[in-house]
């Protein structure tokens, strides 16, 4: 079977072509009066206006190591001018796309398109020419900023409201797949807030409007010739448009653009927790209200969680007020927030709700988000999974550290409750918040939880990562089954 891969939007250089530009100013509508569902007769008018403001790009990157030249007066020498062996740095070029955001000259355009490139070149749709200056990038997003300099105001788009964006709208993309310059195809908004495991961030507008190599930097239009994303990437078995594409939502470009062009860089907001989502019967567990939330599993040394106070297995419900969907939202919902400025979150701890108050601290770079007496093992109990102490034998066999006091987990039945809960070589830390060290003393408080079979049971164990690292994962237990 194929592998389906997320392929990077970039080419060699091609040529470019391009049509004749006329107009300056925003080529951008105001969106009220525009019907973003109903198809239009034609997409010709709409092209033909925003053409201007979208450009090719190219670029030149000198490599490390020139390729040799044969000696002078050896049989081979005629064949330098052949192979390009001037001596020189042999230039490895790539296209791309982009777009016009300001009558001044600032392109926005993908990161991945201008990465290490040594020169940028513009191309307007007139066939003008342009060398560009790198404002800022931003590898996460995958977004960079060029500027132009031009002795004339530029044509440029204005960014849409990409919240508002909705699955079947009516969108366009317009840019330069493979060398084509000024292709324009059409098709609508398949999918919002997808998430390709490209950044921390992934929150793509999925499209079947083709997109192609090329078309990486280009916009993808909304109907009142607003850009509501930037494309991206495709997934597709062949390397061409298979019908799924995928753009970076307006409302990001807008944020992380403006901080380029005002900084440079792109500054984040660090709260210094790893967190995993909760479903509704965690939450249940927690005797809180609600569906949806996020579990602190660790909180990072000096961060502004642990100046805050706030504790692993805090449960947060909201921030500043509004509900947290699970990780990734509270990853996008806490990129949007100032550095420096307090936020509140509403926690669950202990059964009992609080609101805590964090400031947030700038990220930085190199920033990421005792032992039990002798018992006996039990595989007849109200998990459903066989229980040991934590031993020199278990602490060998499964890696445990030494810091790690509780009740391991070494095998779990398919007919028991835990199954899909609990993992082998989980370390069981609590029960309902209350700590366990012994496997007698374990079964008791799990036996003394099931008597209200409306509450699930709330476990916390330590469980080893994939890259051997232990971390908090907290788990419920339904009582009735």
């Given at each position: 079977m194929t592998r389906i891969a997320v392929l990077a939007l970039i080419l060699a250089a091609l040529p470019a072509a391009g049509l004749t530009a006329t107009a300056q100013g925003s080529l951008s509508q105001p969106a009220a009066g525009v019907d973003m569902k109903s198809a239009p007769s034609s997409f010709r008018d709409l092209a033909k206006r925003l053409m201007p403001a979208v450009v090719n790009i190219s670029t030149e990157q000198a490599l490390a190591a020139p390729l040799p030249t044969f000696p002078e007066g050896s049989p081979a020498e005629r064949f330098n001018d052949y192979f390009g062996r001037d001596g020189g740095a042999e230039m490895q070029g790539s296209l791309g796309s982009g777009f016009v955001i300001s009558t001044d000259g600032y392109i926005v355009t993908n990161n991945h398109v201008i990465e290490q490139a040594?020169?940028?070149?513009?191309?307007?749709?007139?066939?003008?020419?342009?060398?560009?200056?790198?404002?800022?990038r931003d590898k996460d997003t995958d977004i960079a900023v060029l500027k132009v300099n031009s002795r004339t105001p530029l044509p440029f788009v204005e960014m849409a409201d990409s919240d508002k964006a909705e699955v079947g709208d009516w969108v366009i993309a317009i840019g330069n797949p493979l060398g084509f310059g000024g292709s324009v195809s059409a098709g609508i908004i398949s999918a919002t807030g997808r998430d390709l495991n490209a950044g921390r961030s992934d929150n793509f507008i999925q499209t079947d409007a083709a997109i192609?190599?090329?078309?990486?930097?280009?916009?993808?239009?909304?109907?009142?010739?607003?850009?509501?994303?930037?494309?991206?990437?495709?997934?597709s078995q062949s390397g061409g448009s298979i019908g799924l594409g995928f753009s970076v939502p307006s409302n990001s470009v807008k944020r992380i653009s403006q901080q380029l062009i005002k900084e440079g860089r792109v500054r984040r907001p660090w709260l210094g927790v790893n967190v995993q989502d909760a479903d509704a019967a965690l939450i249940k567990a927690y005797r809180a209200k609600g569906l949806t939330g996020v579990i602190i599993t660790r909180i990072s040394d000096g961060s502004p969680a642990e100046t805050a106070k706030l504790e692993v297995g805090d449960l947060i419900l909201t921030i500043d007020g509004?509900?947290?969907?699970?990780?990734?939202?509270?990853?996008r919902t806490l990129s949007e927030k100032a550095i420096g400025k307090p936020i509140r979150l509403l926690v669950v701890r202990d059964g009992r709700a609080r609101d805590v108050s964090v400031t947030l601290t700038e990220l930085k770079e190199d920033e990421d988000e005792t032992v039990a007496a002798p018992d006996t093992a039990a595989n007849s109990n109200d998990l459903g999974a066989e229980l040991a102490p934590v031993d020199d034998d278990m602490r060998r066999r499964y890696g445990i550290p030494k810091d790690i006091s509780g009740v391991v987990v070494s095998s779990v039945s398919p007919r028991g409750r835990a199954y899909n809960k609990l993992r082998r070589a989980d370390v069981i830390v609590e029960v309902n918040f209350q700590t366990v060290s012994t496997v007698t003393q374990t079964l008791e408080?799990?036996?003394?939880?099931?008597?209200?079979?409306?509450?699930?049971?709330?476990?916390?164990?330590k469980r080893r990562g994939e890259t051997g690292g232990w971390f908090d994962q907290f788990v419920s237990i339904e009582v009735t089954k």
């Open positions: 040594d020169t940028i070149t513009i191309t307007f749709s007139s066939g003008r020419e342009l060398q560009a200056k790198l404002v800022g192609n190599q090329g078309n990486s930097g280009g916009p993808l239009f909304n109907l009142a010739g607003q850009v509501v994303g930037v494309n991206t990437a495709i997934i509004k509900s947290v969907g699970g990780v990734r939202e509270m990853t408080k799990v036996k003394a939880a099931m008597a209200n079979p409306s509450q699930p049971v709330l476990i916390r164990v």
